[in-house]
């Protein structure tokens, strides 16, 4: 198992908390929690060891589509390919950004 | 929080066993009434997982709640069998032991309180291997104790079914609904073939497996109260109409002679098939 | 199969006989159980004890193994206690002699369903305990995972004898190795730093599970100071054991028990809010 942080630039939004995903063979999940100032605080713990710089290039390839919120963003990874790393998190960003319209 | 609780407008169609831990007890809930007590958000995860370099889950794999079913109190658990095979460790088993617990104080307040448990479970967590046991010791004495009150429902559909000490909890419970894909056994089949070898019991014959341990033939024996379709809308009924039926007389796991005088009559001299079992296991029963 | 070249262990007969030899015997439902009824400490008390049965009905518990036969016979004298003693203030002890090691495992047993047969053990002996009758467990060999749970486990107080050949676990070492992909070897490493999963008594201890360690002289063979001791030992938990005390709380105190308390505190916390 390995222990990943990352902290990125990010816009201070009203969200709300959220979970997606589970920890199974090929998934992970993904939690949500707003952060006050404009930071996105990424926390990540992944059965997959030497994998630095492929999550670093899917957090870039997510900022490139979409504008990550003020948040901390705790990740439990079970082997997950890029593709679902990446599918699970917008999920989690779109979930935790639309229940500001619900509120 | 979407996936976690709120305001669900109850509409789930279909099948049961693609549904998440959480979605399970939502689907099965009165509408709006699911609150879910330690949710992921806690961050209770298993202290002995990552010192042994394997990834947590924030709710270790159990979902708890309080909720409503046709306007009754209950609480609810599921195993979430994706995350560790369903297995049972120590946050998980403390969270389904200390639910029923406050179950049983409700009901001795006089609120009566019934409890649902959805069992998708290997059994204890090898990794957290006693501390899995002794909770499982103490969710089945938890189990007998608010039985008196009000039914413990037990749910196995599938995909993992429900094993090891797990097994003998649901044997434990007041009414216990199955489906066609859900199976129920004390003992994996790669355990049985590893302890006792492969002609006593070859874990790579599915037929095998599932003509002794699936659903199917759980309810044909006797073993379990209700058998239904992999649907969303039956198996609330089902569960609906178990609370309905209120205590039963004599509980499953009580019923000890007549099993005993079958078992000790039943010829062990030649090895068993599916319809033997069937047969030993409702002699002298009425339909 | 290696299970079969092991010797039948003679511990549990050992100390039934040594424990049981002023009381009377009772007769038992199957030949793998002995019953025996009794005082101790001026107090009414039932012993029971699985025991080997080379001759069992069913092949595959032949070797001191909880199977169907064991578990709804445990079940029918504990609950022929219960039903006897249910106008008496005064209900009898129950003393488990756990010598177990394993659950049956076969082919008749799933079919037949053994999960079943052992879950009417578990809820005789809870009954027992939550209507007044205290039920101890002495471990005097191996106490293994289903089997203890249906023998054992629902005990108000544990002990068991400081001793190596008694051992506490919900799977043998070897198969616990080969469904979690590690060699012993390792598994004996890693039990190190996880209590829990640790095959050694102290580990067990400290999970607070057992009431105590009680040093023999020989656990395979008690010597009469042996049988003496654990005698007392026995007796001062009947007086400990109070008449409400029909619970497994105290189990929750042990030093590597600390997630067990936490998540109850806080979800009672979230229970009324």
């Given at each position: ?43 990540i713990q992944t059965s997959t060891p030497g994998s630095e710089i492929r999550w670093r290039q899917v957090i870039e390839q997510i900022e490139a589509r979409i504008a990550l919120p003020a948040m901390r963003m705790d990740i439990h990874d079970f082997a997950a390919t890029p593709g679902v790393i990446r599918l699970r998190i917008e999920q989690a960003i779109e979930l935790a950004s639309a229940m500001e319209a619900q509120a | 929080m979407s996936e976690l609780n709120a305001n669900f407008h109850g509409n789930y169609e279909g099948g049961f066993i693609d549904l998440s831990a959480r979605k399970r007890i939502e689907s099965l809930l009165d509408n709006g009434s699911m609150r879910e007590l330690l949710t992921p958000f806690d961050r209770l995860t298993s202290p002995w997982l990552e010192k042994q370099g394997i990834v947590p889950q924030f709710d270790d794999g159990v979902v708890i709640a309080r909720g409503k079913l046709d306007n009754k109190a209950v609480v609810v658990a599921a195993i979430e069998g994706g995350f560790q095979g369903g297995s049972l460790g120590e946050v998980g088993g403390a969270k389904i032991a ?190 | ?273």
């Open positions: 198992m390995e222990t990943l942080q990352f902290t990125r630039p990010a816009q201070a939004a009203r969200i709300q908390p959220a979970l997606v995903g589970y920890v199974g063979s090929g998934d992970l999940e993904v939690m949500v929690e707003p952060l006050q100032g404009s930071q996105a605080e990424i926390h | 200390g639910l029923l617990e406050l179950a049983i104080e409700e009901n001795r307040k006089g609120n009566p309180t019934a409890a649902v448990l959805m069992l998708e479970t290997g059994g204890v967590r090898l990794q957290e291997a006693n501390l899995g046991l002794a909770a499982i010791a103490e969710i089945q004495s938890a189990i007998v104790e608010l039985r008196q009150y009000q039914p413990v429902i037990a749910v196995v559909t599938g995909p993992v079914g429900c094993f090891g000490g797990m097994s003998i909890t649901a044997g434990l419970c007041s009414y216990l609904i199955i489906t066609r894909e859900g199976r129920l056994g004390l003992n994996g089949p790669q355990v049985i073939e590893q302890e006792a070898g492969v002609e006593e019991y070859d874990s790579r014959d599915r037929g095998l497996i599932w003509g002794l341990t699936g659903g199917t033939q759980r309810f044909a024996s006797g073993l379990v109260d209700a058998f239904v379709d992999d649907d969303v809308s039956a198996l609330s009924t089902s569960v609906r109409d178990c609370l309905g039926q209120g205590v039963p007389a004599l509980h499953r796991s009580d019923d000890i002679s007549a099993p005993l005088t079958r078992l000790q009559q039943f010829d062990t001299r030649e090895q068993i098939d599916a319809q033997r079992a069937r047969q030993a296991l409702t002699e002298g029963k009425t339909a | 199969m290696n299970a079969q070249m092991k010797p039948i262990s003679q511990r549990g007969s050992q100390w039934f006989d040594g424990l049981t030899a002023s009381m009377d015997s009772v007769n038992a439902a199957v030949p793998s159980l002995r019953i025996a009824d009794g005082e101790l400490a001026g107090r009414a008390c039932r012993v029971l004890l699985v025991k080997p049965d080379v001759e069992n009905h069913f092949p595959r518990a032949t070797r001191g193994e909880v199977g169907l036969l064991e578990g709804y016979g445990l079940a029918a004298a504990i609950d022929e206690a219960i039903k006897t003693d249910a106008d008496n203030p005064h209900k009898r002890a129950l003393i488990a002699i756990v010598d177990v090691p394993s659950q049956a495992y076969g082919r008749r047993e799933e079919a037949l369903g053994i999960h079943q047969a052992l879950a009417a053990a578990v809820s005789a002996y809870a009954r027992a305990r939550q209507a007044g009758h205290p039920v101890i467990a002495l471990l005097v060999g191996k106490a293994m995972s289903g089997a203890f749970l249906a023998h054992g486990y629902q005990a108000n107080r544990i002990f068991a004898l400081a001793d190596s050949g008694v051992q506490v676990h919900a799977m043998g070492k070897a198969a616990a190795a080969r469904v979690t992909l590690r060699t012993e070897e390792e598994l004996d490493k890693l039990a190190a730093d996880i209590p829990p999963m640790a095959y050694d008594l102290e580990s067990y201890a400290s999970l607070g599970l057992l009431e105590s360690l009680l040093e023999v002289e020989s656990a395979e063979s008690p010597s009469a100071s042996d049988l003496d001791k654990v005698r007392t030992v026995l007796a001062e938990a009947l007086n400990d054991i109070q008449p409400g005390d029909t619970g497994l709380e105290r189990r929750l105190n042990g030093t590597n028990r600390g997630a067990s308390r936490l998540v109850r505190e806080q979800l009672r916390a979230q229970w009324e809010a």
